[in-house]
């Protein structure tokens, strides 16, 4: 156990919980919304823009780490596109390495593994008909790639959709051998996404199998409390605890869904369960807290 990040974040909690001094901890940057792929649920690569340049980056990382940022994850698009003349993403990492005590990126798997960052997610979102219905034939390029990683830490990050919930547990089982957990979300209705929401019936169902999988030993690694709680959204979410960074390199604190959405109440249909846990966390709840030492591994 880190006993200086143990007591930084002790500190963190006790100043944003009694003298409201509410900083963010974890921050998405996204680097670029070019993609390798055209997913039927994201609405990133329909809405171009320049990548995040490398003198920006520079200047972002000790900013926000001054503002309270302890873990960055590196988003897009897809991050491991991301180049600046001779620059690439792993020299972005060894930046951040600098900073924060854990650096991950998520990452659709068309590419190779290598990155160096602390955790790498990859999303695979059904068995392979199902995935390559959503995201395009690359299901068994992805898993050939995480097969051959020799990254110590990969996870698979499903969202979960109207056409890949029934095979969920499958999904799990499948995945199970080849990474060190599974994490998910729930599909959220982008204005440039097709209707893929699934009926609360429908969630709390899927919820309850995932539940059962965690009990039964599988990794899946989102607490059980948060798989609970995210079945009519009862938990109370922290957003202050979020930030995000876009390609343009404006810096947001708050819900992911932050000027990303036309939405006005985005919370109504959240499925955000990194939200949900690190919002758990703060609430001093065990499970959640033991999550985010299990996935993040900051203290």
Partial sequence: MNISRVLHLAKYYVQAKFFNDKRPIL???????????????CPYWQRPVPDLNWSRIREIIPEIYERGIRVLILEGGEPLL???GEYRINDIVREAKKYFYCVGVTTNGTLPLDVLTDIIWVSVDGLR????????????????NIRSSAHPKIFANITINRLNHTEIPELVRFLSPLVKGVTIQFFYPYPESEDLLLTWEERAAVLDKLIILKKEGYPVTDS??????????????????????EPDGTFNQGC???NRTTDDNPCQLCGFAAHTEISLAYQL???????????????
């Avoid at 033991?290 to 993040?296: C, D, H, K, V, Y």
């Fill in 27 to 41: 921050a998405g940057m996204k680097l670029t919304h070019r993609c390798t792929l055209q997913c039927r649920q």
């Fill in 256 to 258: 992911y869904l932050q």
């Fill in 82 to 84: 991301w180049k600046d």
């Fill in 285 to 299: 709840h065990w499970q959640a807290i033991m999550a985010g030492r299990e996935i993040l591994g900051i203290f």
């Fill in 224 to 245: 059980l409390l948060a798989l609970e709680t995210l079945k009519n959204n009862t938990w109370f979410c922290e957003p202050w605890m979020i930030a995000n960074v």
């Fill in 129 to 144: 008909d199902t995935h390559d219905k959503l995201r395009g034939p690359s299901f068994d390029r992805i898993i050939d």
